[in-house]
């Protein structure tokens, strides 16, 4: 695309969408670098002033990013990942052709806490293993996953290599708990200290937590999660079916106008 | 609970303790104040150093808040909402029983961009109609909704007063256009400056934005909607069934350790 200088459309515009028809078309590749200030300036022949202000509407676009003191960024498109069914982090990511692996930050007999204590049911102060691994794709950190399992269980689950075998898998295949279902919770929090330093981002960066509880066939909680997901790395889709509306519009009033005082 | 110094649990603990069990029984309701460090250092006899530990771990499991010159207070539980069915913000508030509203911030006629080109299956550049609203509950900020509508419908849709009438309802009641189903595409970012400041929120706050393409019964896109909902007000709520794990355990195998080169 040529730049109209004697367009009605904004310069800065006009360039802002060139760059974006040359993301979209993969001419810079994402985690690319785009040209530099100055040769954007030479190339399109415009202020500075112009060049940053397209360069600040493609970053809100959130089509790039600025890494400072770096240079500027095609961003990597997001992990998308569907939110039908139970799954665990490696059948997700084998289901988007993604190489799964684990740290394994430690596991722990903790006391629980009124939250651990109310998702698995258990009396507060009863003794539960937790579980701490950053979970990735292709060697980047995804995700921060907080485990909670029941004792007897818990403590059969840490006997084994848990940088390699999926819990999900050892409690269904090796120790015969089958999972029926889960209730999800999802938000979007700030990263703590913790968080940041684990997932390798800034602290208050955007984090998608879901704590998930799974039920085995008898519809006990199992195990407890708490997946905290970084925000720039992900994103969940799922498709919902519209059911008939609780309300008709007709039944909708708008706010009584205040009418005037009567003057007879 | 009285604090107990010489117990081998620390004493911001039993203090922090003794804050959550207060805050979980109600006797310091959600919005209310916490005593100020001086009262608790009273209260307890302790240390400051250990009331702000105590006070510290508190607000790292999100039980309080400091306003920073303003005091400590307990959170307002988010709001929970369901995420099983494609309803609207009227439906879901109406559904928990909380008084839903909206600001109109302005309509517009906009050429589409590559992302609502796509979603709305337009060419690029076609004309559609923009519809920026904040919406409340019970008076307190919960969103901000773009909503993109294909030209036609959204000249008719815009002709309602917007801050009263869904528009799923002018959709499915005024214009003859059920909806059928919807793709929801799920993510944590940050507030920029716009979205921070219409949700009275900081720059950077976390937000859970939801991008929502709605179809008709003809499978036709009729409504794309990007919904950018304060981290620190809301919750979504799922139950998703296990299906048969796609792999067994058999199958992992562990990585290849590196063999000691035969001597012979």
Do not use: H
Not at 79 to 95: P, W
Not at 252 to 257: F, G
């Amino acid at each position: 695309m040529d730049i109209n200088p004697q367009s009605a459309v904004p310069l800065y515009f006009q360039i802002e969408q060139d760059l974006a028809a040359s993301i979209a078309a993969g001419e810079i590749a994402p985690g690319g670098r785009l040209p530099s200030e100055e040769e954007l300036i030479q190339k399109y022949n415009v202020s500075r002033t112009t060049v940053r202000k397209a360069i600040q509407e493609l970053e809100r676009l959130e089509l790039i990013e600025i890494r400072r003191g770096k240079g500027t960024y095609v961003r990597e498109a997001k992990i998308t990942q569907e939110l039908t069914a139970l799954t665990g982090f490696v059948e997700d990511m084998a289901a988007i052709g993604m190489q799964p692996s684990a740290k394994l930050l430690g596991t722990w007999t903790i006391s629980a806490g009124e939250e651990i204590a109310r998702q698995l049911r258990l009396p507060i102060g009863t003794e539960v293993v937790q579980i701490k691994r950053v979970r990735m794709a292709d060697n980047v950190s995804i995700s921060l996953d907080e485990t909670y399992l029941p004792l007897p269980l818990g403590l059969k689950i840490i006997e084994n290599d848990l940088e390699i075998y999926p819990i999900f898998s050892l409690l269904e295949e090796k120790y015969d708990t089958p999972l029926l279902e889960a209730d999800y919770r999802i938000e979007a929090i700030s990263a703590d200290p913790f968080v940041a330093k684990m997932l390798e981002v800034d602290e208050k960066a955007p984090i998608l937590l879901i704590e998930r509880t799974s039920y085995s066939l008898d519809q006990k909680p199992v195990d407890y999660e708490k997946l905290f997901y970084r925000g720039d790395k992900i994103r969940f889709t799922t498709r919902l079916s519209r059911r008939a509306a609780p309300f008709s519009i007709d039944s909708i009033k708008p706010p009584a106008i205040i009418a005037p005082k009567d003057n007879l």
